[in-house]
């Protein structure tokens, strides 16, 4: 059964970092390419980040690049998303998600990141 | 940066009929489109992949179709349980949604 499982999520005040975790099982990590995408408080998705199976190739929206990254671990079998400079505005539930294309059909529950003095 | 615009934003519909939501992409994108259904407080639930392929699992008066910039999802006979927002997605480079359309029961 493949799983994905979100961590790391909570209350930060603004100007600060936090480390989200996303912990994979159940299929063949190292060959997919892995994303994650988020959702204000009554907002709809919005994707934040991608990075592909080897990562050597990596991606962020606007309104995250110069601040966050994205990195992967493969023999973790792990995704991680590092957030520096975080704003209200980066408030949301962050879902770890694999491949659109092949993978579609898994997504993490979320974690929520609140950032707020 | 591929844009996808979907409409309407919210629709209200009553138990049996047929609803259809669109979404628009800036650019060609082949099939390259999955919908998604999200209920309150949970991840999105895959519908449809390559614009008109029923994910297993998922009732047959679910439907989608369309190539390139156009595409359109229908439910065919709205049920109780069909309440929920509704997503389109591109992968043809990366992944950009839809802004959502909110379905409620008229």
């Known amino acids: 059964e493949v799983q994905l499982v979100e961590s790391g999520g909570g209350l930060v005040q603004p100007g600060g970092s936090l480390r989200l975790s996303c912990a994979a099982s159940?299929?063949?990590?190292?060959?997919?390419?892995m994303n994650w995408v988020r959702q204000a408080p009554g907002k709809g998705l919005e994707w934040v980040s991608y990075?592909?199976?080897?990562?050597?190739?990596?991606y962020y929206a606007d309104s995250v690049k110069g601040r966050f990254t994205i990195s992967r671990d493969n023999a973790k079998n792990s995704l991680y998303l590092q957030m520096n400079s975080l704003r209200a505005e980066d408030t949301a539930v962050y879902y770890c998600?694999?491949?659109?294309?092949?993978?579609?059909?898994?997504w993490g529950q979320g974690t929520l990141v609140t950032v707020s003095s | 940066d591929i844009q996808m615009t979907q409409s309407p934003s919210s629709l209200s519909a009553s138990v049996g009929d047929r609803v259809t939501i669109t979404c628009q992409a800036s650019?060609?994108?082949?099939?390259?489109l999955n919908w998604y259904q999200q209920k309150p407080g949970k991840a999105p639930k895959l519908l449809i992949y390559?614009?008109?392929n029923l994910e297993t699992g998922v009732p047959s008066r679910f439907s989608g179709s369309g190539s390139g910039t156009d595409f359109t999802f229908t439910i065919s006979s709205l049920q109780p349980e069909d309440i929920a927002t509704y997503y389109c997605?591109?992968?043809?480079?990366?992944?950009?949604f839809g802004q959502g359309t909110k379905l409620e029961i008229k």
């Open positions: 997605q591109q992968y043809d480079n990366l992944g950009t």
């Open positions: 990075i592909s199976s080897s990562s050597s190739t990596i």
């Open positions: 998600a694999s491949s659109f294309r092949y993978l579609a059909r898994y």
């Open positions: 390559d614009a008109s």
């Open positions: 650019q060609d994108i082949s099939n390259y």
């Open positions: 159940g299929f063949t990590f190292s060959s997919y390419s």
